[in-house]
């Protein structure tokens, strides 16, 4: 059966195929759905780009220029939701969407129409926070961990936000029952779960942290609604209640969360970086174990990001070994990583680059982690820059870089063309300079005492400021050579093979290039 070419009507008698905006809107084909998620991502990516690009502008000198104050909280609260919930997630959504299915065999995901339904949750969920802007007192300036008391007082930005939140939570809790539901029910004859890529092992165990996760987040912000409107006093000592407890909550789920980021992203680096070493992944095994291993411990740790609320000493200690010990299957997979690439057959194209860099920066937010692990430390450090730079380490630096190396990686697979690898190296190296530029700076600011989520600072601060925020420009603007990139790509360019890298392996690259409309007209093992 020849392969039909996306989005045309097959020739195996399903009927009419909708057309336009009506494809979009009723589709129930995983890479329609995938595509739809990473371009959403990538519009997400944008607005909270810009968003930190005012936060830059404002800190760029000591003094008030852009915002007022309350403004500036809002855009850091809309940054990092819009950023964790619109950009990162979706992205590796999008990329489960496309690959997990070919990876393993299955015709499509397991529910189509809850994966076309996932998806389009997004879209009113971000239409809430962005028009939460627009609405009187604002957007909530409560920071993205939304603490009480202040996101009991502010204004009803906040209730666009929790409804933000709470239709994020049901879309990606949709999302992951549909991927534990494909990778446990749908793989081909012989794809047993030790034969599993690692991007698909990494992402059904990022879904059961979702499904663990998502519903405490809920309910900590249902209560943040209920102290709002319904006279409750969750967290409230006036009636009895206690603001701590929303920290504990939260950071029950935030803590997970973290890894619900980068896990995904630990995946697509372990077949990149396998595939530019021709070789297989060393340890992989132990990687399947360090991911589960990482996973569990993340449900024990919370404590640390609340050393300073008064915990009892034997809490802090508690929580400061309990930190320390991921440690341990995070340097089991860095391990992996570079024993699989000794005495591999090294290449350096752009999916490769991305993933040194994601190895090399990412170690070192893991380092500047386990200082801010050790609580006498954190005492010291806790809500400076030092706190900022350690978390864009992973979350920008793991979780964009790995995405970025995943969009390279498999660009050629969805478009049937290759990319610029010279501008792919370009955009690759300016990233990487102006990553740095941007946040490596920080933890001096940091070291040096000055807070976060503050729009103004002494003038001992301007310096490295005045660095951080060109680079951060700079790292705004070199994403639109991706978006150059992406689109060349699309329209045209050399045509790609099947099998784009002479390295991989894997069921995926035993289609052709683009992947078929339905895959498993071309899939030999789907019997
Ligand atoms: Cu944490």
């Not at 039909?4 to 890479?31: C, E, V």
């Not at 959504?93 to 996932?118: C, E, H, K, T, Y």
């Not at 093979?497 to 069921?507: M, P």
Request: net charge neutral.
């Amino acid at each position: 059966m020849e392969a039909t070419a996306m989005g045309h009507a097959d020739s195996h008698g399903h009927g009419h195929q909708p057309t336009g905006l009506m494809r979009w809107m009723t589709t129930t084909n995983h890479k329609d759905i995938g595509t739809m998620y990473l371009w959403f991502s990538f519009a997400m990516f944008i607005v909270g780009g810009c968003m930190a690009m005012t936060i830059r502008a404002e800190l760029f000198q000591p003094g008030l220029q852009l915002l007022e104050p309350e403004r500036f909280n809002q855009m850091t609260t809309l940054h990092g939701l819009i950023m964790v919930f619109g950009a990162i997630m979706p992205a590796f959504v999008g990329f489960a969407n496309w690959m997990i299915p070919m990876q393993i065999g299955a015709a499509d995901m397991a529910f189509g129409r809850l994966n076309n339904w996932s998806f389009w949750l997004l879209i009113p969920a971000s239409i809430l926070l962005v028009t939460s802007l627009f609405v009187p007192g604002g957007a909530p300036a409560a920071g993205w961990t939304l603490y009480p008391p202040l996101s009991v007082q502010l204004g009803m930005g906040m209730d666009l936000a929790i409804f933000a939140v709470h239709i994020l939570g049901i879309s990606s809790i949709l999302g992951s029952i549909n991927i534990i539901t494909t990778i446990l029910n749908l793989r081909a004859p012989g794809m047993t779960m030790m034969k599993l890529p690692m991007f698909a092992w990494t992402w059904l165990i990022t879904a059961f942290l979702i499904i663990a996760v998502m519903p405490v987040f809920a309910g900590a912000v249902t209560m943040l609604l209920t102290d709002r409107h319904f006279g409750t006093t969750f967290f409230s000592a006036s009636g009895g209640g206690d603001p701590v407890l929303f920290q504990h909550v939260f950071w029950f789920f935030g803590h997970p969360e973290v890894y619900i980021v980068i896990l995904p992203g630990f995946g697509v680096v372990s077949q990149v970086i396998s595939a530019f070493s021709r070789k297989p992944l060393f340890g992989y095994a132990s990687m399947v174990y360090a991911t589960a291993s990482i996973a569990i411990l993340s449900f024990f740790v919370w404590g640390h990001h609340m050393y300073t609320v008064g915990m009892p000493v034997t809490g802090q200690l508690y929580f400061m070994y309990a930190t320390m010990l991921i440690a341990i299957p995070t340097g089991v997979k860095v391990f992996n990583w570079i024993s699989t690439m000794w005495r591999g057959a090294l290449t350096f194209e752009t999916p490769m680059l991305f993933s040194l860099g994601f190895i090399f920066l990412f170690t070192m937010g893991g380092f500047s982690g386990l200082v801010l692990a050790m609580t006498p430390v954190d005492v010291q450090m806790q809500d400076t820059y030092y706190v900022v730079a350690h978390f864009h380490y992973t979350m920008v630096a793991g979780a964009l870089f790995s995405a970025f190396a995943g969009a390279y990686y498999w660009l050629p697979k969805w478009t049937g063309h290759m990319y610029d690898e010279t501008l792919g190296k370009i955009h690759f190296w300016l990233t990487m300079i102006f990553f740095n530029m941007t946040f490596f700076v920080q933890h001096f600011l940091g070291l040096a005492g000055m807070p976060r989520r503050i729009p103004d600072y002494a003038l001992q601060f301007a310096e490295f400021n005045k660095i951080s925020s060109i680079g951060a420009f700079g790292l705004g603007l070199s994403q639109l050579l991706f978006l150059y990139v992406v689109i060349k790509c699309i329209k045209g360019g050399p045509k790609a093979e099947a099998k784009s890298w002479d390295g991989a392996t894997g069921l995926e690259w035993d289609l052709p290039s683009p992947a078929p409309y339905h895959t498993w007209e071309t899939q030999p093992l789907v019997k």
